[in-house]
């Protein structure tokens, strides 16, 4: 009964706890270009500024974060429903 109970609770929360990682977490590569600019004379134009561009690249592997989370919590879920049926045979 307490292993049935333990593989109930681990599933959810393992498909849970994945859910929400997959949802909270937002990796970003962000790249910065620093442009080349002479030593400024006197009477000289400014240095332009470093330009920083970001892209989120991992949507994949969130969504196989939380599939695989899910899947995993489903599996835990059926073999507890597995147990209870070969402890009553």
């Not at 937002?26 to 006197?42: A, K």
Request: proline residues 9%; contains cysteine; hydrophobic residues 50%.
């Amino acid at each position: 009964m307490m292993q049935r109970m333990f593989l109930r609770i681990a599933g959810v929360a393992l498909a849970l706890g994945g859910v929400v990682v997959s949802l909270a977490w937002t990796p970003m590569t962000c790249v910065s270009s620093v442009p080349v600019c002479p030593t400024p004379f006197p009477g000289s134009a400014p240095c332009p500024p470093s330009v920083t561009s970001c892209s989120s690249d991992f949507v994949l592997l969130r969504i196989a974060i939380a599939l695989a989370s899910v899947g995993l919590g489903v599996v835990l879920a059926v073999l507890s429903s597995r147990t209870q049926s070969v402890q009553h045979s």
